[in-house]
């Protein structure tokens, strides 16, 4: 899809002539903004004023220092590698100090922008704050004609969504709002939209009638480290379920859209993610890696859950009756993110073992993360007089990474006023609408080993259709020559 033809968004859409970034010396901000800003300005997109916001009193050359020591980490695994861009950054930036509380913070904001008309607010800022800062855009003077981009999590439950949602909208009109969910900007996200609707062949198969059940599987091999704090407000199923596999499920998942514009895709993933029948706590089991309690700011009587899985259905045409399975943990055997669609077997058993009873059947998998790719996996004969086979994967590996990092691309489209990327207010409350019931009325938490796939628990949830398909966690294993064995 074209930029031109994305509902609202044109060539001619108002640039942002400033960039403020609230929380600018938080953990969020040296990870991934400071890099993206980097490589902004090195390649030309960034060329007006960053204002930093953040309550911790710094001189000029203590947040300059951050700035830099971010680069230097060994996360970015770039470095300074262009002094004359890192001398441009450092010539655009500025930096306020104060409470967000405080009208006075706000006061010495508007005279750092100095005139700016269009600036873009973005909120890397703990979600109770949210409103707040909003609120105080809109009171000052420094909300009119600019464009604010909330961090996820939007709200923490379906009431907490709406109020966020109205507090942004007296201040903002619906177009100004900009709401992350970085996974949008994933190269290998954007990849599952276009594989399915410009590829004729999967459309005829995509369907309850040739797919029998899918899972989605986020596994990360780390624990909460120092974000404890943060983790007891929210949660597996906040943190990563309701927004970012949801999402993976609404690609996945919804129709055709309706004309060739990414306000038509918000449309369609928006139908499926409401067509989702809200969980009951049958549909959930959560677990809590033995250990959590000891981190520093859990309780030690935490019921949060590290891990969690459930099953999900689709009461839609296409979808009814096809089982959803979605688990997602920290302390698992590995990071990886990974789709399996499990394919029925052929109708009829034509060879021994190739029908319901002889072995796995046909499938797709999608990569995400850490590299992408995209298989199918297919039956093919072995040599022999024998007609028996052995399931081969077709393996599409990704050819090189991409070149913009995902805030890179988010940001970069924010400052232009393009939200294909960005989640839609009908997304984000239809996806709370399905996790509502189980929020506060679930089963409690079952301890499982660190390294291990989740509790046992788990398995009975999807037993019936075939258990859990492990990721493998070496990306290398996955046959990046192109055919691979899958049996």
């Known amino acids: 899809m074209s930029v031109a033809a994305r509902t609202g968004v044109t060539a001619e859409q108002p640039h942002a002539d400033a960039l403020v970034v609230f929380g600018f010396t938080g953990d969020l901000a040296a990870k991934k903004i400071f890099p993206a800003l980097y490589a902004m300005v090195k390649k030309g997109h960034l060329t007006v004023p960053v204002i930093g916001v953040a309550s911790s009193k710094l001189g000029i050359q203590e947040w300059k220092d951050r700035v830099r020591d971010s680069l230097l980490h060994e996360e970015h695994e770039g470095g300074i590698d262009d002094p004359a861009a890192f001398d441009r950054l450092i010539a655009l930036l500025d930096y306020v100090s104060g409470d967000y509380n405080d009208a006075a913070t706000f006061s010495a904001l508007k005279a750092a922008l100095k005139g700016a008309k269009r600036p873009a607010f973005y909120l890397a800022i703990p979600p109770s704050l949210f409103a707040t800062v909003i609120e105080s855009l809109g009171s000052s003077g420094l909300a009119q004609d600019g464009r604010v981009i909330v961090e996820k999590p939007f709200g923490r439950d379906l009431a907490s969504a709406c109020a966020l949602n109205a507090a942004a909208q007296a201040v903002f ?3 100004s709002i900009f709401r992350i969910d970085h996974y949008l900007g994933k190269e290998a996200i954007m990849n599952i939209l276009y594989f399915r609707f410009a590829n004729s062949f999967l459309e005829p198969v995509w369907n309850r009638h040739h797919i029998a059940s899918v899972q989605v599987t986020l596994a990360e091999n780390f624990g909460v480290g120092a974000r404890g704090t943060f983790y007891e407000s929210a949660g597996c199923l906040r943190d990563v379920v309701e927004n970012h596999l949801f999402q993976v499920i609404a690609l996945l998942a919804m129709e055709p859209p309706a004309y060739q514009s990414f306000d038509a895709v918000h449309t369609a993933k928006a139908s499926v993610l409401r067509a989702m029948l809200p969980l009951k706590p049958a549909d959930l089991v959560r677990g809590q890696y033995i250990g959590y309690r000891d981190e520093k700011g859990v309780a030690p009587d935490s019921d949060v859950e590290t891990f969690c899985a459930l099953r999900l259905f689709i009461d839609s045409w296409r979808w009814a009756g096809v089982p959803w399975y979605v688990r997602a943990g ?86 232009v006023g393009d939200d294909a990327l960005f989640t839609d207010v009908d997304s984000v409350m239809a996806a709370w609408s399905v996790v509502e019931p189980v929020l506060n009325t679930h089963h409690p938490v079952v301890p499982y080993e660190p390294g291990s796939w989740g509790p046992a628990e788990s398995d009975a949830l999807i037993a019936k ?19 691979g064995g899958a049996e």
């Open 173 to 175: 009109p619906e177009s």
């Open 330 to 415: 920290k302390l698992l055997p590995g990071s990886v993110v990974e789709v399996q669609v499990q394919m029925h077997p052929p109708p009829q058993q034509l060879f021994d073992d190739s029908g319901p009873s002889g072995g796995r059947a046909n499938y797709f998998r999608f990569r995400l993360q850490p590299a992408a790719g995209i298989a199918l996996a297919a039956r093919v004969k072995r040599p022999g007089k024998e007609f028996i086979g052995v399931q081969r994967e077709l393996y599409l590996g990704e050819e090189e990474p991409s070149s913009m990092s995902t805030y890179e691309r988010l940001l970069g489209d924010a400052m």
């Open 465 to 483: 259709d075939g258990g859990w398909r492990d990721p493998q966690t070496d990306s290398a294993t996955h046959h990046p020559h192109g055919v």
